[in-house]
């Protein structure tokens, strides 16, 4: 059975406070693990699809990362924009597209 | 160019009411998904098509019906509310190439009293 597993639950930066969001997987083969972006009361934004052990993947202040057990989505110099919850999400081989999400980490950076 | 639209933003069922929610999207993929979300518990998908005409279950299906008559259409019927029931539910779909992922609706918030 395929599991995300996400940590921490919450976390609380001030702005300028560089850190990490960790999501740990185990799934049979690995087609891709996504990263994706929830506000309050929206759907998840899509931000990045990674593939392989060792690949990165940066958009602004965001950077994520890629090992065969787990995937780091890193925060430099956060804004109080950034704030939002942060879903990590797993697609295996053979499963017809769908995904196994973890429960996310609700990221609030403080001005 | 909408993308995926879902109504309603809101509902109220009274348990053993039946509705229908429904999911469009314009962007012509090929899959098409619904997922609930309920807190500290991430996204559960319920039900999934490939294509119009095919249909499958995903990890919840219990109590929800699904059909694809056409592309852009890809609706979530409630056969008999339950207060078990009561969650956000998103709508999504994607290409055949999950490269740019997945574009999931706004929501519809659904409770059952």
């Known amino acids: 059975e395929d599991q995300v597993t996400q940590s921490p639950e919450a976390l609380r930066l001030q702005e300028g406070e560089s850190s990490s969001l960790n999501c740990s997987y185990t799934?049979?083969?690995?087609?891709?693990l996504f990263w994706y972006r929830q506000d309050p009361g929206k759907g998840p934004e899509f931000l990045f699809t990674?593939?392989?052990a060792g690949e990165e993947k940066e958009k602004e202040r965001l950077k994520a990362t890629l090992t065969k057990k787990e995937s780091f989505l890193h925060i430099t110099a956060p804004k109080p924009e950034d704030s939002a919850t942060y879903l990590c999400?797993?697609?295996?081989?053979?499963?017809?597209?769908?995904?196994?999400f973890g429960s996310g980490t609700q990221l609030t950076v403080l001005p | 160019n909408a993308g995926v639209t879902q109504t309603p933003k809101f509902q109220v069922l009274k348990t053993g009411q039946s509705m229908t929610l429904q999911c469009a999207q314009d962007m012509n993929h090929e899959y098409m998904s619904w997922y609930r979300q309920d807190p500290g518990m991430g996204l559960r998908l319920i039900h999934y098509?490939?294509?119009?005409?095919?249909?499958d279950q995903g990890e919840v299906p219990n109590g929800y019906n699904v059909s694809r008559s056409t592309t852009e259409d890809f609706p979530l019927r409630l056969l008999s509310a339950a207060p078990s029931q009561t969650s956000v539910y998103f709508c999504a779909s994607s290409p055949e190439t999950v490269t740019y992922g997945y574009t999931f609706g706004s929501g519809t918030r659904l409770t059952v009293v």
């Open positions: 098509s490939v294509g119009a005409g095919i249909t």
């Open positions: 999400a797993v697609q295996a081989t053979g499963s017809a597209r769908q995904l196994t």
């Open positions: 990674l593939y392989s």
């Open positions: 799934v049979s083969g690995l087609r891709g």
